[in-house]
């Protein structure tokens, strides 16, 4: 058996049965091994970024990685973007990174590079078996790093020879260690604060955004905390049924405000809050001055597990609160963000995954869909944008018989658009809500900010995506994908409703 050959049975034999790729020369012995391993499903994507966002929601809807099949350091730089975000949300992800024949890479040829310095800066693991027989064992150890709480990306980097060279044997799994439980004095010290009297946030992130970690924070609410979800969530399960949560916002002032007067901020798989960007003269610590900061789970705890055991602590006996089931009227108007959202609300189905990379776009989506059936909404962990259509593709593989909708924002949705294709091809059930405003919105507001009282020319034309105005509808049917436009808010749900009724991939743009 040839390297590759026992590195992809070590997959699937490891549970890692899906591969999004984009490969190169260096990989044909691994793209050849592909139908030897029929266990194997190899995805095309075009272009990395997208092979590595797809990846990324698969992990995120699965909690066991996929692969990423890319070429050289090149390929991997192409895809650093979206596995940044996969970093930041701690999904497990596997990396196949091809590199040249051990003995041809000291000559320099002219695809070779750094990838070691490229992998080490968005990786938990990076490893390069020398010989075809260590592939195996380096496979499983990867699947094992990857899968290890809280999750991320291991890197496997597969030199052309070690791929194609014979004397390989697959190897079994490995064992994943459980998530480190959390002591009875960390959980002690927290149920004191609760009961300090003293205002108290309870910030949830990780596994603290799933049923059960909302349903014991919910509980420990009651004790007297108020409860915020982390900017955003690698996953957060919502709607009707489940205890409602606002997140923490991305704007540094409404941040502050939320927090408020806090004096005991509790973190539960969270990060202790900071602003996306400084400002000059703001600070960037968002919980005031003199807040203590109790860490009752990192994100490599047993979140829930600690979540739980505080709520039987401080508010023995009770239940959580859960949301009722609600939807939002069908507006009548211009088609805005904000009708656009009451829209989406009304007609979100049950069991949606929502891939959000709404942007600005999205400011009214939380509200109009709290109480929709239940579902998953996943976010763009890391601010990288370029990640929503490709997460949706993951996802969407991820999860058969669900309904994948990518809230996407059109300068976003342009890094990777390509992935609409990979949809088509895939024939994935994935309805794209092309939210077209047709600008980069937010920079024009982070301008205004910056006390750019009037931009200039100069700045408009970095902040505008028109003209010329970009064919949506146009540019899904040249990939694959069935389109319509919709100018009204009758345009939009007629629109949704028609393509919620089939089956496949389908693309609305919102003209907004
Ligand atoms: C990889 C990456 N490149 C650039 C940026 C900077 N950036 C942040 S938001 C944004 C524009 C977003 O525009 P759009 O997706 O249309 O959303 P809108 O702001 O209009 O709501 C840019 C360029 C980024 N965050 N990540």
């Known amino acids: 058996m040839i390297g590759a050959q026992a590195l ?8 890692v049965d899906v591969c999004f790729s984009n490969p190169g020369t260096s990989e044909m012995h691994f793209v050849a091994a592909l139908d030897d391993v029929p266990e194997m499903r190899g995805v095309l994507c075009l272009f ?36 940044h975000n996969a970093r930041r949300a701690h999904t497990p992800l596997l990396v196949v990174a091809g590199d040249h024949a051990t003995w041809h890479k000291p000559l320099d040829p002219p695809l070779e590079s750094d990838i070691d310095a490229l992998a080490g800066a968005v990786s938990a693991w990076v490893q390069r078996p020398a010989r075809s027989d260590e592939v195996a064992g380096a496979a499983a150890s990867a699947v094992a790093a990857a899968m290890a709480p809280p999750g991320g990306v291991a890197t496997l980097i597969l030199p052309a020879d070690v791929s194609w060279s ?9 064992p994943v260690p459980a998530p ?42 009651q004790a007297g905390a108020r409860m915020l979800g982390e900017t955003f969530p690698s996953r957060h399960e919502r709607g009707a049924g489940l205890p409602a949560i606002d997140r923490l916002a991305y704007l540094a002032e409404f941040a502050v405000s939320q927090l408020g007067d806090v004096r005991h901020l509790i973190l539960a798989g969270a990060r202790a809050p900071v602003s996306f960007f400084a400002y000059p003269g703001k600070p960037s610590w968002l919980a005031p001055a003199g807040c203590q900061v109790h860490r009752l789970a990192e994100a490599g705890d047993d979140v829930c597990g600690a979540l739980t055991a505080l709520a039987d602590l401080v508010a023995p006996g009770t239940k959580p609160v859960l949301q009722e089931p609600e939807r939002p009227a069908l507006p009548d108007g211009e088609l805005t963000a904000e009708s656009a959202a009451a829209v989406i609300g009304a007609l979100l189905p049950e069991g949606a995954i929502v891939s959000d990379e709404a942007n600005t776009s999205g400011l009214w989506l939380p509200g109009a869909t709290a109480g929709a ?38 300068g976003s949705a342009l890094y990777t658009l390509q992935s609409l294709w990979t949809l088509a091809r895939e024939g994935l059930d994935a309805l794209v809500v092309l939210l077209a405003n047709r600008r980069y919105r937010i920079l024009q507001v982070e301008l205004a ?37 919709a100018t009204t808010v009758e345009e939009l749900d007629a629109a949704l409703r028609t393509a919620l009724a089939e089956p496949g991939p389908r693309l609305v743009e919102a003209v907004l």
């Open 180 to 221: 480190a439980p959390v002591t009875d004095e960390v959980v002690g010290a927290v149920a004191a604060a609760l009961r300090s009297g003293e205002p108290c946030v309870l910030l949830l992130g990780g596994e603290g955004m799933h049923r059960a970690g909302l349903e014991a924070a919910s509980r420990v609410a």
């Open 8 to 15: 992809i049975r070590t997959l699937t034999g490891c549970g």
């Open 166 to 174: 014979g004397g390989a044997v697959p190897v079994p799994a490995l």
């Open 449 to 485: 900010r910056a006390k750019v009282a009037e931009p200039g020319p100069a700045a408009r034309a970095l902040t505008s995506l028109a003209p010329p105005e970009i064919d949506w509808v146009g540019l899904a049917r040249a990939l694959g994908v069935p389109a319509a436009r």
């Open 373 to 410: 059936p239940p579902h998953d909404w996943l976010t763009l962990t890391g601010g990288a944008i370029g990640q929503g259509l490709p997460c949706a593709v993951g996802a969407a593989l991820a999860c058969p018989g669900r309904r994948v909708i990518a809230l996407q924002a059109d």
């Open 48 to 83: 990395e970024g997208a092979a590595t966002g797809a990846a990324d929601g698969y992990g995120r809807m699965t909690g066991r990685p996929a692969a990423a099949l890319l070429h050289l350091g090149p390929g991997l730089a192409n895809g650093l973007a979206n596995l």
